[in-house]
């Protein structure tokens, strides 16, 4: 797939060459230069975080029978999808603050433009089925190994992904037809759609759209649905006859809770200031744009390794001397 996606992009490049510079640079954050050392300090934490544990949640899943259900099941694609966010950003950015390297190809910069898109979209689609995934356990108990079976659960992740490739698969080119006639330096950390979009001394009509529809779509649909999904679960769990099953199937949904506020919290807020805020890139802008990404992989793994009982005995488990 990544070769296939490589080829894409240099099929992109290839056509109206003219027009697309060959190299783009990204600014880091505005203001702070001279403070970047210190900035990326947190940000090799959480690089840290992010990779070591949705590494060993990934192998947790993959090699312990007892986790072989729906729920870890679509626990191991957020924590594939965040680690995959993690890796096509994070290395770039510590460049960035270590060594001063600003310099990105286009091919670079439309490939990286692409991943991070499309498994934000993905990551969009994984807190959905989770939030399914619940529903059915608490409203639907005794179905649910009949209705979310192993060939249920593979065509959900099938079309998580299928969704959040077509949805963001145009950026690229839509980025790409445009006309660079001024400035190369992209106001972020990574090339992010707009920002890119922003350079273009032609009409971008067609990408602003298409990108706020593409928003829309995500935030306002997933959103309503995992509400709705939601206010289903408190109708069924006010009903049930003892607090501790009340207790016992709140707690079951806490860490998703958490999950979902780190996703779309910061991620409302830097489309917000992004098409509403002042023209010109901002250091709080770049932070909050900077955090949508890193901190959903970072804290994930740390929220359901403290709010999941089974992920924490398989983690003593594995930790314990034999």
């Given at each position: 797939p990544f070769t296939l996606l490589s080829e894409m992009i240099t099929t992109i490049l290839s056509n109206n060459s003219h027009h697309f510079p060959h190299t783009f640079f990204l600014a880091g954050i505005p203001g702070l230069t001279a403070a970047?050392?210190?900035i990326s300090l947190p940000f090799c934490f959480m690089f840290f975080l992010a990779v070591t544990g949705n590494g060993v949640l990934l192998f947790l899943i993959q090699t312990e029978?007892?986790?072989?259900?729906p729920m870890f099941f679509f626990l191991a694609m957020l924590s594939f999808v965040d680690l995959v966010l993690s890796l096509s950003t994070l290395p770039k950015m510590l460049?960035?603050?270590?060594f001063g390297a600003t310099a990105i190809s286009s091919h670079s910069c439309l490939l990286q433009m692409f991943f991070i898109h499309?498994?934000?979209?993905?990551?969009?689609?994984?807190?959905?089925?989770?939030?399914?995934?619940?529903?059915?356990?608490?409203?639907?108990?005794?179905?649910?190994?009949?209705?979310?079976?192993?060939?249920?659960?593979?065509?959900?992740?099938?079309?998580?992904?299928l969704r959040g490739v077509g949805l963001t698969i145009s950026?690229?080119?839509?980025?790409?037809?445009?006309?660079?006639?001024?400035?190369?330096?992209?106001?972020?950390?990574?090339?992010?759609?707009m920002a890119v979009v922003k350079l273009a001394c032609g009409a971008t009509t067609v990408d602003?759209?298409?990108?706020?529809?593409?928003?829309?779509?995500?935030?306002?649909?997933?959103?309503?649905?995992?509400?709705?999904?939601?206010?289903q679960i408190v109708r069924t769990v006010i009903h049930f006859p003892s607090p501790e099953a009340r207790a016992k199937a709140g707690s079951t949904c806490t860490a998703h809770v958490c999950v979902i506020l780190f996703f779309y919290g910061p991620g409302f807020l830097?489309?917000?200031?992004?098409?509403?805020?002042?023209?010109?890139?901002?250091?709080?802008?770049?932070?909050?744009?900077?955090?949508?990404?890193?901190?959903?992989?970072?804290?994930?793994?740390?929220?359901?390794?403290?709010?999941?009982?089974?992920?924490?005995?398989?983690?003593?488990?594995?930790?314990?001397?034999?």
């Open positions: 970047h050392i210190w029978r007892s986790l072989h259900q460049a960035i603050f270590w499309a498994f934000s979209a993905m990551e969009s689609g994984v807190l959905v089925a989770m939030a399914v995934d619940r529903f059915v356990a608490i409203c639907n108990p005794l179905h649910y190994a009949s209705i979310l079976t192993p060939v249920v659960v593979a065509k959900i992740g099938g079309l998580v992904v950026f690229p080119s839509l980025a790409r037809r445009l006309p660079y006639c001024g400035s190369h330096m992209i106001a972020y950390t990574y090339c992010e759609h602003n759209l298409y990108a706020f529809a593409v928003a829309i779509f995500l935030a306002v649909g997933d959103v309503a649905f995992i509400a709705y999904s939601y206010g830097s489309v917000v200031m992004q098409r509403f805020g002042p023209p010109t890139a901002s250091a709080a802008k770049v932070i909050l744009a900077n955090l949508y990404l890193l901190f959903p992989p970072a804290l994930d793994p740390i929220v359901y390794g403290v709010k999941t009982k089974q992920i924490q005995e398989q983690l003593l488990k594995m930790m314990r001397p034999k």
